[in-house]
């Protein structure tokens, strides 16, 4: 049986420093967020990266447990390591280090993944992201950002209308919407992505919850009930609710049961350490 989401983008190890405490490794990376939720909503997952040969072993069995990894290649050198570095005033630094996660939208994607019923393009440099569109034209995409990249969305606005016009579904937060669009609000965001080719936009607001643009209407879905004792990491929140999302969209359910799933396995990836549902 073939395979209903494929995800390409960086598999990372995360560095976590707060003031005065130990340093926390932690397995990251937009990619593996987002396929370890769909694969717990149901989906079957196929995941397209590059990692070096200091990622850890078990991490990479624990992917395998529930997601087909052959897509996984193992390269000499480090993997992509990001440094998230907490301050006493609350500012955060996160510095990176690419290793062999370069020119992650040329990676191989096995013959066979290349069949499934979408593909899903992590947040990479916005030339990464069109280099990977280009390699899967006429498939179904969806794709989403990160504010890593927010001064290429600013400033490469023809690059970022192009990256749009290939997508079915994209996944902007409020703040990334409107500076890719420059719209003056959420709203004209929405309108002016789908006037650029997405069919549907999906912003997603924290806990305000999620509201979509399909080019007729906008529909507001507000964020599931949590306990504030109850949240450990609001890492990776917007990327297990795009997995638990694709994990419905792929397999043709309505919208409103895509934002349920979506919103479900957003909320339980708060409740642990670390951007992965696993």
Avoid at 114 to 130: K, T, Y
């Amino acid at each position: 049986m073939g395979l209903d989401l494929v995800v390409l983008g960086h598999v990372s190890i995360d560095h976590i420093r707060f003031p005065g405490r130990k340093e926390t490794l932690l397995p990251g990376g937009g990619a593996a967020a987002v396929a370890t939720s769909a694969a717990l909503a149901g989906a079957r997952v196929g995941l397209v990266t590059k990692v070096g040969e200091d990622f850890p072993r078990e991490w990479l069995e624990k992917l395998a447990s529930i997601l087909d990894v052959r897509g996984v290649q193992i390269l000499p050198g480090k993997t992509i390591h990001i440094y998230m570095i907490y301050h006493e005033d609350g500012s955060v630094d996160a510095p990176v280090e690419m290793g062999v996660a370069e020119n992650m939208g040329e990676t191989p994607i096995p013959e066979d993944y290349l069949n499934a019923s979408i593909f899903h393009v992590a947040p990479i440099p916005p030339e990464e992201q069109l280099k990977a569109l280009k390699r899967l034209e006429g498939k179904r995409i969806s794709l989403d950002f990160n504010p890593t990249y927010m001064e290429d969305y600013r400033e490469k606005k023809d690059l970022m209308r192009e990256i749009v016009s290939h997508v079915e579904v994209i996944f902007p937060n409020e703040r990334e919407a409107m500076t890719i669009t420059g719209a003056q609000s959420v709203k004209e965001a929405a309108e002016t992505l789908h006037e650029w080719g997405a069919e549907l936009v999906v912003l997603t607001r924290g806990e305000k919850g999620v509201l979509i643009y399909n080019g007729e209407e906008f529909s507001e879905f507000p964020a599931l009930p949590i306990g504030e004792d109850e949240v450990v990491d609001p890492t990776g929140a917007g990327d297990a609710f795009a997995g638990g999302f694709l994990a419905g969209y792929s397999k043709g359910k309505p919208v409103e049961e895509c934002v349920k799933l979506g919103l479900e396995r957003a909320r339980e990836v708060l409740k642990k350490w670390g951007s992965w549902s696993i």
